[in-house]
């Protein structure tokens, strides 16, 4: 039932957060606040509470055992259900949802003005339709969710937004973002369709149930092209090179609540979905796609990190480099070894709190500023308080600087790797040099070099010094300690490697109780 | 023994201790205040190192390690955060501490009244902890930890003075060149976990052999990855360019980072990793070969340099370069006890070059300081004693007993070649510091600035110029690095055959080059003016000035595509194809458009047409 | 049944129908439109009252009267269309309150 809670809880905070607006504006803040921490207190106290280490794998893939479950029909006709289900891997996803919407929510306290009743309902939709993807395993109900996802945001960029460079405008930025999304949405549909009724034709029934579906028999042709369809949906959102065009205009026309949001956990919600249903699904399928995905996901790398040197835009830049990290969670996701998948997690985690920190940054830098525009900063180290501080620490961060969370990530995807694609890893920790470039560039741009003038900037206030302390406290926890996080999600990624491998999942017990067993 | 492990982690937690008080301060700590915990907390870390020290000469002298927690547990991935402590990590503990207690107390005096003392201090102690982890770190992920620490740290140190942004470029360049050198470095620890399944340091050196013939192509490569990192930290060619430029920093940055400690980190890798080198001897003649072939270059790039800082950075390349050769012959011990006498001396000589830079007004070119001796004593003593070290003055300098160790280990080992080098390259050193010394403290004096020179008072100044003084003459050389048992038999350790000989040339050859250069640049200063002001001697004049034209290299052959590339790609060219759909949309739907034209009757008459049409299809289609 | 034959009454009813769609197309002015809807209308009612009496079926019939209630239906709001246009645009041309760009 607390799982219904979870996804509920945003949803009622988000329509009361709408009706609060009569009640004065910071009513509206308050709400959206303690729903938030809410969704993060129930997640913690879970963790707390559950125990995700130990496997159930003992008998094969229909023993799927989840740490928590909860299940009524919807449509029974169809065998279609609400059936939530928690384990190891969206724990940590909703605590991170949790987390990050909070300081969307603190982010947005001065930065927006107006209707922000209706601008805190669409943050919590968003927040508990991510909820509700990380916890869905109807696959129906995934689509639901899924989909549910995109309308909030489009109104976030569309409303609340700021007008880009060069003529692009935030409407157009929203409609690219919509058009993508439901356009990868409309296939991820089609081949889940495909599956049910491929699995209808086996047994008869009709069943969108994730744990049914999981044995669905396939022609080798058919289940590529089922899993095309999946990967492509979820590809469109990690991004994936070449469908990532909307993600740069997305976020440099979004509010800093949406970049924060749309950085820290909706790319999350595609690498969640690969290694939930494109990967477990279709392993075999998987199998023979992961060179050229791990091929894309090299190339989103240098991509992202070449395009992100050449940005003026700040926002832009930095939504670049979100698309050269997620090229390394792509390498992670199907290089099939449980160290590369775990430090997937650990990279999603940890890109979470620096994108968003980044973001945050660039959200305070444009309120004292009024502008994003790199040519137009410049000498700002020493006249804004902490902020160039924070910066720097966010930036050591993005650039994979060991004692952060981004190092033990990216450096666990590569180890992981090694052994079963050297060259991709040996491209790819090419990468670190173009991630030093584009770091060090926006360093260099906004913060060092001769001054513009000589004007004085307000420091950080203590809201947003709490808040940035908070997320650099815990990138460095994490870099430093990470163990708390692969505990939780070791049984989970154990799972999948072992499907992915096509091995008995018995043979990756060892693997995983080892990791248990560590401490 | 068990006592001394526990205090270990103080080391490197004091300074890091240091790091968080003066950036929570944020900005409002006094200039008093930030100088008193930036230098007491490394000087308490150097205070531990002591008395560790003692403990661990007094003891068996044998490895011990201290695991804190597993950093990361994964499968057979467990990297720890676990610090070894042995000889070698001793030594180099004992270099980055000592040493870096007198600079940063030198630092003091320094950069008394700059703006941002605070974030200088803090800087500085964040090197410290990061370079303490890397010499502690007894898991390679550990040690990586470090490197990249002490990487980021010397871009802000050099970038210090942010707002030319010349220096953020010199910064820019430093780190980025270093990064590719750590790419190689990363490259290798996958390469070694891969293979073994361990990056614990003394599992690693205790299976390599088990795993690997000699000369097998995996640990060859494992070996020449190792070694690009080193190259790229160490300032060695073809990664070397960084160095020179990395100057723009506060003159105690470059004494700490870029002369004592952070440099030489690729030197103290190769050494720490001597079982997996010594498996690939090919690539540990490699080392030699390149460590030679800097040496000569930078010796040569060192003599047509004007500004006494980048002098100081090409000798310190120079140095290196003996380093390595050493390496490369097999003799690890000689080459950290040049390590080590090189960070005394060195040190030494940048201390007293920022000491003339702040009394002259930050002037640095040579050009037009001259005649300071008399004004500035102690620094003019400084350079004496360290530019008698690094040119190896026989037996009374430092520099000569190590380097002298460096050239009979290669001759010992066989190496002609690279003992030619080694004699060349102390030919040059001897040119390059003398004609350092006469241009900047004899003759007269070529600008305001070195008239008005104002010498520097107090403690602060004189204490670490006169202690970095002592330890470079041949006290400093009896202080002998416990590094039996640590590192393999030099080559030398079986034979005397020659020593003698080798002794006498090398001693001659440093008095040779010194009387040949005094000789040359104080009495034929107009016909070497007239040398280099036109013909061919121009040229190679320019060629040595600008390090042998590498940076010109790097910019066409990299720097340059790379600026192109970024510059064709910033539109996204990717994305710009997705707007053809959009585009192609637009058209039809301009086309279409057309067609609505709100008569009714055309309407009709399209109905009719289509209907026309349909029915044909039907009558006939089938 | 008598001597009309089938063919005779369809090819009227086909003629009517070709009439009133020229109608359609050519003229401009709503009266007559509606005029030449109503030709058509009772064109296809004449092809059912033909079809229907030649197979010998009531169907044909019961269609036509349908046929009449939509054109009555039809004829109400179409002259309830005209009667509005004429009020708002003082025409009843109806290519001149074309609103479209096209």
């Known amino acids: 039932m607390i799982l219904l809670w979870l996804v509920l809880v945003p949803f009622i905070g988000g329509l009361l957060c709408w009706q609060a607006d009569r009640w004065g504006e910071k009513a509206p803040r308050w709400i959206a606040l303690i729903t938030m921490m809410l969704v993060l207190i129930m997640t913690l106290v879970l963790w707390l509470q559950g125990d995700y280490q130990l496997p159930a794998m003992n008998a094969g893939a229909d023993s799927i055992r989840w740490a928590m479950e909860w299940k009524v029909p919807w449509i029974p006709r169809f065998g279609i259900d609400v059936h939530l289900a928690l384990d190891g891997l969206s724990l940590v996803l909703i605590a991170l949802t949790g987390f990050l919407g909070m300081l969307a929510v603190l982010c947005s306290w001065k930065e927006i003005d107006d209707r922000i009743g209706f601008f805190h309902l669409n943050l919590l939709f968003i927040l508990g339709g991510v909820v509700g993807v990380f916890l869905a395993i109807d696959l129906f109900l995934f689509f639901f969710f899924w989909e549910m996802m995109l309308v909030p945001m489009y109104f976030l960029i569309a409303l609340w937004g700021h007008s880009g460079s060069e003529g692009k405008t935030r409407i157009r930025a929203a409609i690219k973002f919509f058009i993508y999304t439901q356009a990868s949405g409309l296939l991820m549909l089609v081949a889940i369709l495909a599956l049910v009724f491929a699995h209808h034709a086996n047994t008869g029934e009709y069943s969108f149930s994730y744990a049914d579906l999981l044995q669905t028999p396939l022609s080798e042709n058919m289940a590529m092209v089922l899993m095309l369809g999946f990967f492509i949906a979820f590809a469109v959102k990690l991004p994936v090179v070449p469908l990532h065009g909307w993600l740069p205009d997305a976020h440099a026309q979004a509010p800093t609540a949406g970049s924060v949001d749309l950085a820290g956990i909706l790319l999350k919600t595609a690498a969640y979905g690969m290694l939930r249903f494109a990967l477990p699904l279709f392993p075999e399928a998987s199998q023979t796609f992961a060179p050229i995905a791990m091929t894309l996901g090299l190339v989103g790398v240098f991509y992202g990190a070449v395009l992100a040197c050449g940005q003026r835009d700040i926002k832009r830049l930095i939504a670049y480099t979100s698309i050269s990290h997620m090229g390394f969670v792509l390498i992670g996701i199907y290089s099939g070894s449980e160290l590369a998948l775990q430090g997937v997690v650990v990279l999603m985690v940890a890109h979470a709190f620096s994108a968003a920190g980044l973001f945050i940054m660039s959200g305070q830098l444009f309120e004292r500023l009024n502008t994003r525009d790199l040519q137009e900063m410049g000498g700002l180290w020493g006249r804004m308080g902490s902020l160039p501080g924070f910066s720097l620490c966010f930036v050591a961060a993005s650039l994979g600087m060991p004692g952060t969370a981004n190092f033990v990530g990216e450096f666990m995807v590569l180890f992981g790797t090694f052994p079963t694609a050297p060259v991709v890893v040996i491209i790819g920790a090419c990468g670190m040099v173009f991630a030093a470039i584009y770091s060090l560039i926006l360093m260099q741009r906004v913060y060092f070099g001769p001054s513009l003038n000589d004007q004085k900037f307000e420091g950080l206030d203590g809201r947003e010094f709490t808040m940035l302390l908070g997320i650099f406290a815990l990138v460095v926890l994490f870099g430093l300690y990470p163990q708390p996080l692969l505990d939780t999600t070791s049984a989970v990624m154990g799972e999948v490697q072992g499907l992915f491998q096509g091995s008995l999942p018995a043979g990756s017990v060892p693997m995983s109780s080892l990791a248990g067993g560590g401490q | ?620 289609g089938q | 049944m008598n001597g009309i034959p089938m063919e005779h009454g369809l090819i009227l009813a086909a003629i009517l129908f070709a009439i009133g769609l020229a109608g359609l197309m050519f003229r401009r002015n709503m009266v007559f439109v509606l005029m030449s809807l109503e030709i058509m209308l009772n064109s296809a009612g004449l092809a059912f009252i033909v079809a229907g009496t030649a197979w010998e079926q009531p169907e044909g019939q019961a269609m036509f009267l349908l046929v009449i209630t939509l054109a009555a239906a039809e004829a109400s709001v179409g002259l309830a269309l005209l009667i509005q246009l004429y009020q708002r645009f003082r025409t009843l041309d109806t290519d001149a309150v074309s609103g479209m760009r096209g």
């Open chain 2, 1 to 620: 023994m068990g006592v001394s492990m526990s205090y270990l982690p103080l080391t490197f937690l004091l300074p890091l201790l240091g790091t968080f008080i003066l950036a929570l301060s944020r900005g409002h700590m006094s200039e008093r205040g930030s100088v008193w915990v930036g230098v007491s907390s490394v000087g308490l870390a150097a205070l531990v190192t002591a008395f560790i020290t003692i403990q661990f000469m007094s003891g068996d002298q044998s490895a011990q390690t201290l695991t804190l927690w597993t950093w990361i547990s994964v499968g057979n991935f467990t990297p720890t955060i676990g610090l070894a402590l042995d000889g070698l990590s001793i030594t180099m503990l004992g270099i980055i501490t000592g040493v870096g207690f007198l600079i940063h107390l030198f630092a003091a005096w320094y950069m008394r009244g700059e703006e941002g003392i605070t974030r200088f201090f803090a800087y500085m102690n964040l090197f410290v902890f990061s370079m303490v982890l890397l010499v502690l770190g007894d898991n390679l992920m550990l040690l990586f930890l470090g490197w990249e620490g002490v990487g980021i740290c010397s871009y802000l140190l050099i970038g210090y003075y942010y707002r030319d942004s010349a220096n953020g470029a010199a910064a820019f360049k430093a780190f980025l060149i270093t990064r590719i050198g750590d790419v190689f470095l990363a490259i290798g620890l996958f390469l070694i976990f891969a293979e073994l399944g361990t990056l614990n340091i003394a599992a690693i050196l205790e299976q390599a052999p088990a795993h690997w013939a000699t000369g097998d192509s995996l640990v060859r490569w494992a070996a020449l990855m190792f070694l690009g990192g080193a190259l790229g930290k160490s300032a060695q060619l073809p990664l070397h360019t960084w160095l020179a430029d990395a100057m723009a920093g506060p003159t105690p940055v470059s004494a700490l980072i870029h002369a004592a400690t952070m440099v030489t980190a690729g030197v103290y890798l190769i050494a720490r990793m001597h079982g997996i080198f010594d498996l690939a001897p090919d690539v540990l003649h490699l080392v030699g070969v390149i460590g030679a072939a800097t040496l000569l270059m930078a010796g040569f790039a060192a003599l047509a340099q004007t500004d006494i800082k980048r002098i100081l950075a090409y000798s310190t390349m120079s140095q290196i370069g003996y380093m390595f050769l050493a390496l490369g012959v097999g003799a690890y011990d000689s080459a950290i006890f040049h390590l080590m006498t090189h960070a005394f001396f060195k040190a030494l000589l940048f201390l007293s070059a920022g000491a003339v830079i702040v009394s002259c007004h930050h002037e640095q070119d040579m050009r037009k300081l001259g005649g300071l001796w008399r004004r500035l004593p102690l620094a003019y003593m400084g350079f004496i004693v360290g530019g008698a070290a690094l040119s190896a003055l026989p037996l009374v300098t430092a520099g000569f007993y190590s380097k002298d160790d460096i050239l009979w280990q290669s001759l010992a080992a066989d190496q002609k070649g690279l003992l030619l080098a080694g004699l060349v390259g102390a030919l040059l050193t001897s040119l390059y510091t003398v004609r350092l010394i006469i241009g900047t403290f004899h003759g007269e004096m070529k600008s305001d600035h070195a008239r008005n020179a104002e010498p520097g008072r107090g403690l602060q100044h004189g204490l670490p110029l006169i202690l970095l003084a002592v330890l470079s003459t041949f006290i400093g050389a009896m202080i002998h690095p416990p590094l039996s048992g640590v590192l393999p038999a030099s080559p030398g350790e079986s034979t005397e055959a020659g020593h003698t000989a080798l002794e006498l040339i090398a001693a001659g050859t440093a008095i040779a080059g010194i009387a040949l250069a005094a000789w040359l640049f104080l009495r034929k200063r107009e016909a070497l003016a007239r040398l280099v002001s036109g013909g061919p001697g121009a040229s190679l004049w320019t060629l040595w000035n600008q390090a042998w034209g590498f940076d010109l290299l790097f910019d066409r052959l990299l720097v340059r595509p790379f600026r192109i590339l970024v510059f064709i790609l910033r539109r996204d060219i990717i994305d710009a194809l997705f707007g053809l759909v959009a585009s192609i949309t637009k058209g039809l739907n301009a086309g279409l458009t057309r067609t609505q034209t709100g008569r009714v009757r055309t309407y009709a008459t399209s109905m009719v047409l289509g209907a026309t049409v349909v029915l044909i299809f039907l009558a006939f």
